[in-house]
């Protein structure tokens, strides 16, 4: 069992930065591929990023290439989001999952544990 707590939501002018953190408990982190999705009101939650279980392999949506980072640090059994040059379509609920993996998916379904979201607001 993995629980996830996730921190670092706000609310950001369009442009700005944030960095978001998810620590988990449990002394399994670094077995974990760990993703970050996103959930708009009255859209279907998304893909944003994932991380391999070491770190050295990531994924992004198209739509955040080149603004958002992924990282890990399996010591403090915790996932970063770095989210910079943010945008108002930005703006939604993220959320940090878990799989029992050997390789990262893109896909929700894929992910077994999942943290309880933190707001994220980007005004124009």
């Known amino acids: 069992q993995v629980q996830l707590v996730e921190s670092g939501g706000g609310l950001v002018q369009a442009g700005g930065s944030l960095r978001l953190s998810c620590a988990a408990s449990?002394?399994?982190?670094?077995?974990?591929?760990m993703g970050w999705f996103r959930q708009a009101p009255g859209k279907e939650r998304e893909f944003v990023a994932a991380?391999?279980?070491?770190?050295?392999?990531?994924y992004y949506t198209n739509s955040v290439k080149g603004r958002f980072t992924i990282s890990r640090d399996n010591a403090k059994n915790t996932v970063y989001l770095q989210m910079n040059s943010l945008k108002p379509e930005d703006t939604a609920v993220y959320y940090c999952?878990?799989?029992?993996?050997?390789?990262?998916?893109?896909?929700?379904?894929?992910?077994?544990?999942w943290g309880q979201g933190t707001q994220v607001t980007v005004s124009s």
């Open positions: 449990g002394r399994t982190f670094s077995s974990y591929p």
């Open positions: 999952a878990a799989e029992h993996s050997a390789v990262v998916h893109t896909t929700s379904r894929e992910y077994d544990y």
């Open positions: 991380a391999s279980r070491g770190g050295g392999s990531t």
